[in-house]
């Protein structure tokens, strides 16, 4: 946490909306009165309120103690047993739903598949007993490096079901991050595509994933789905293709009895150091709530068809493409390729031909909608859209007022859902038929959810002052450790605010800040650590500083922020070049670098923008002080507090940096 300066926050927007009766009539909670008594009674007792939830699931065996809280690690349902693929399928069988649409699924090229409940409980059983046929089983992590295509999902519920561990590594992400997460996780198998189709071209999978799992000693086995057909290298004994495998395998399979907390899946994310972090979810917690919260916040019904617009490489893919809306029997809609493809209008023909009724994407999404123009939207016949949602990172109140008049045409709530890939789950969202929204907040924390703003020594904040939001009681989704390294985990979300000498407290530090309104509404006022959102994705400051200084010719950099239109923030690095070395004229140079981020970890990772300084300015123990920077790309000067500053002439030096 920067403990510099406080969290400031200007308070500027007062619209609140109501929900329509309309909806409210229709609404899975509609009485306020009853949600509030659900609220206070939650308040008192979390836990009661949790296990009311997780009693929606199907268990094989009931939890013993629904919360054992050894701080900071928890275990939720201990004694129980369940199966998240049973969850997710099996039960939908024994009804209408066996043939009802799980998936409907549309290709960049326009291709479609339809997959009911009964046919995907199919595949992923085939795909379970090919899993168990490659020697994989309980407690095996296998990785996923998939474009959104419905075998990822077949590949992810195949593992829940054997109980093994599935990491799914986003496929916009480099060979050498890939390779990182898997040695990491010591996973055994690798799921991957030939290529995946985005903006009209393939991108190829299967050569990156090449690349990394020569790097990686454990992996024994790659299985190949087929997609776009492009030409790639099998490795005879070792590359398997999908079809193939899952043709000699049988449709019925077991699946395994887990224990609640058995790891279902791991995430890897940004902190505020070099190293993704592992973030590893167990079953039973991270099922109740986001079963809970899919049905309650997305008012989910039968005859929705859901569409959230997350790759399944992120947590928002996780928890709602796949495990929130299939475990509540939902039909959901995914898209495998680019919003501006054929043109910036496919979302919104998608939704007319598709007769979409919830739409699920991110404020850089919506702010690009806005900016390729109000025509795209309105060609097309949205009437069948009934809820909006928002997530990823703060959305402005202009683009929520636009994404409530032009695509929901006043008529459609919207629910700004926050929450983080730790917290598994929403935590901070508005009930739609009965909680007013006002543009820019995600209003009060769901029932169970203990959410505060408070201030570096603990006390809660005043109506409207910034502080730190913390979560004070333990929930279900929670995450359980950071992959082999509870001391971080402990480190990094709850050494900030500790347990006190009677043991009462320790708190989660979500890193954001926020504030509280007269209505006790949170306003995310965005991240207080050295982590930075760009289009929605997290990304750590020090980790794309990493992977500069790593560059042959880079002695040192320091990466910042500056607001843009569309991603929200766009990043700034200033780089300090080693003396002496060979370096090509400066415009070849910063491509060169721009490159070298995006090899080691990514496109999404890439600078905006580079600036050369010969120094940096540092405190005079050393550390960069990024506000100055910060001052400097948005003011041309720095106007705050320079007395820790090392070398004064550092600063008219970095005036000069900026690029031609
Ligand atoms: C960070 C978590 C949760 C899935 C996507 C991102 C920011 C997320 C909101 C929101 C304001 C938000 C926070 C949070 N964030 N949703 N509705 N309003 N900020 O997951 O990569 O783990 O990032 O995204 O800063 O801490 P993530």
Request: hydrophobic share 40%; with cysteine.
């Amino acid at each position: 946490m920067n403990k510099q300066h406080d969290i400031s926050s200007v308070l500027t927007e007062n619209r609140v909306f109501a929900p329509s009766k309309k909806f409210a009539a229709k609404a899975i909670v509609s009485s306020a009165k009853n949600l509030d008594k659900i609220r206070k009674a939650a308040e008192k007792n979390p836990v009661a309120f949790w296990e009311q939830c997780a009693a929606a699931l199907q268990w094989d065996k009931k939890w013993k103690s629904a919360l054992i809280w050894n701080y900071p690690f928890a275990q939720w349902f201990a004694g129980g047993k369940i199966n998240a693929s049973v969850n997710c399928l099996d039960r939908h069988l024994s009804s209408y739903r066996k043939n009802k649409a799980a998936i409907i699924w549309e290709g960049e090229p326009g291709d479609q598949r339809t997959l009911t409940y009964g046919q995907l409980h199919a595949e992923v059983c085939r795909a379970a007993n090919v899993l168990k046929k490659f020697g994989i089983g309980k407690g095996d992590t296998v990785a996923i490096y998939m474009g959104m295509i419905p075998e990822a999902v077949i590949a992810m519920l195949a593992c829940a079901r054997i109980g093994a561990v599935h990491n799914v590594v986003f496929g916009g992400f480099s060979s050498d991050a890939l390779r990182d997460r898997m040695l990491d996780m010591k996973a055994k198998l690798l799921v991957t595509q030939d290529g995946a189709f985005r903006r009209g071209t393939s991108v190829n999978l299967k050569d990156a994933a090449d690349k990394a799992v020569a790097e990686c000693p454990d992996i024994t086995s790659v299985i190949v789905v087929r997609r776009s057909g492009e030409n790639i290298q099998m490795c005879a004994g070792r590359d398997y293709w999908w079809g193939e495998v899952m043709k000699s395998a049988t449709a019925i399979n077991k699946p395994e009895s887990l224990s609640a907390e058995h790891p279902l899946f791991a995430l890897y994310t940004s902190g505020s150091t070099g190293k993704p972090k592992g973030i590893l979810h167990t079953t039973g917690g991270y099922l109740t709530q986001v079963n809970f919260t899919s049905r309650i916040i997305f008012d989910l019904n039968d005859d929705d068809i859901y569409f959230c617009t997350a790759d399944i490489g992120w947590v928002t893919g996780h928890s709602y493409v796949v495990y929130g809306p299939l475990s509540n029997g939902a039909t959901v809609f995914m898209y495998e390729g680019a919003p501006n493809f054929p043109d910036a209008g496919r979302f919104w023909d998608m939704i007319e031909r598709h007769r979409i009724t919830i739409l699920y994407t991110a404020p850089t999404a919506i702010r690009a909608f806005m900016k390729w123009g109000d025509s795209y939207v309105l060609k097309h016949d949205l009437s069948s859209l009934r809820l909006l949602g928002s997530v990823g990172e703060p959305i402005n109140p202009e683009a929520w007022m636009w994404y409530r008049a032009v695509v929901g045409k006043n008529n459609c709530p919207i629910v700004d859902t926050w929450w983080q890939t730790e917290t598994g789950a929403i935590m901070i969202a508005p009930i739609p038929g009965v909680v007013p929204t006002k543009p820019g907040s995600g209003t009060l924390p769901l029932p169970g959810i203990i959410a505060d703003a408070v201030r570096r020594d603990g006390t809660s904040c005043e109506q409207n002052e910034g502080g730190y939001l913390v979560i004070k009681h333990p929930w279900p989704a929670m995450l359980r450790t950071i992959v082999g390294d509870d001391e971080r985990y402990r480190k990094t979300y709850w050494s900030e605010f500790p347990p006190n000498e009677n043991g009462e407290g320790g708190w989660y530090f979500t890193g954001d800040g926020a504030r509280r309104d007269k209505d006790g509404y949170f306003w995310i006022i965005g991240r207080v650590d050295d982590v930075v959102n760009v289009s929605g994705h997290r990304l750590g400051t020090a980790e794309i500083e990493s992977a500069l200084v790593s560059h042959t010719t880079v002695a040192e950099a320091a990466v910042i922020t500056r607001p843009d239109e569309i991603k929200g923030n766009a990043l700034v690095a200033f780089v300090t070049l080693k003396s002496g070395a060979d370096v090509p004229a400066l415009h070849e140079l910063r491509e060169i670098l721009r490159n070298h981020v995006a090899k080691e970890i990514g496109h999404i990772a890439k600078p905006d923008e580079i600036r050369f300084s010969e120094q940096l300015p540092k405190t005079r123990s050393g550390k960069i002080m990024r506000r100055l920077l910060r001052e400097i790309v948005a003011e041309g000067k720095t106007s705050g507090d320079t007395t820790a500053l090392e070398d004064f002439s550092v600063l008219e030096k970095l005036r000069a940096t900026e690029e031609e």
